[in-house]
């Protein structure tokens, strides 16, 4: 049975989570924290989507997107993000598979109370560049 699309909104905040696969960690030096980053600011100027916040934890990522005007761009920034993170954890741990837990959970931010809340709760740093 294949699976339920995505309803994505243009011009819309999305809350984005992606766990560790088996909740195990993702990121474990600095670099690893850097490396995201940075692959994460090329891909939101190349898709022209919005970054407005975003939490690494050693195991998991919250993000907060608007995809811009083209919806699909939410999806090929966040497996344009995850492909690179895998491909380079896997050759530090040599290793193979993924690293993450499935495909990402997203959810539409409808308010900007729901908006002001998730970005203050997490860590807010804006993506220079």
């Known amino acids: 049975m294949p699976r339920t699309a995505r309803i994505i909104l243009p011009n819309t905040p999305h809350h984005i989570v992606q766990r560790g696969h088996g909740r195990q960690s993702v990121f474990i030096a600095d670099d690893d924290y850097s490396y995201y980053l ?71 931010i409808s308010t900007k109370d729901y908006l002001l809340a998730n970005t203050f709760a997490k860590t807010n740093i804006e993506l220079k560049k």
Not at 39 to 58: D, E, I
Not at 62 to 71: A, N, R, S
Not at 92 to 108: D, H, P, Q, V
Request: hydrophobic share 30%; net charge positive; with cysteine.
């Open 38 to 108: 940075e692959n994460l600011l090329y891909f939101k100027q190349k898709l022209s989507c919005k970054v407005y916040a975003y939490c690494l934890m050693t195991n998991h990522v919250h993000l907060i997107i608007d995809p811009g005007d083209t919806p699909e761009s939410l999806a090929k920034l966040m497996k344009r993000v995850a492909g690179r993170q895998t491909r380079y954890v896997n050759k530090l741990e040599k290793r193979s598979g993924s690293i993450w837990e499935g495909r990402n959970k997203s959810s539409i």
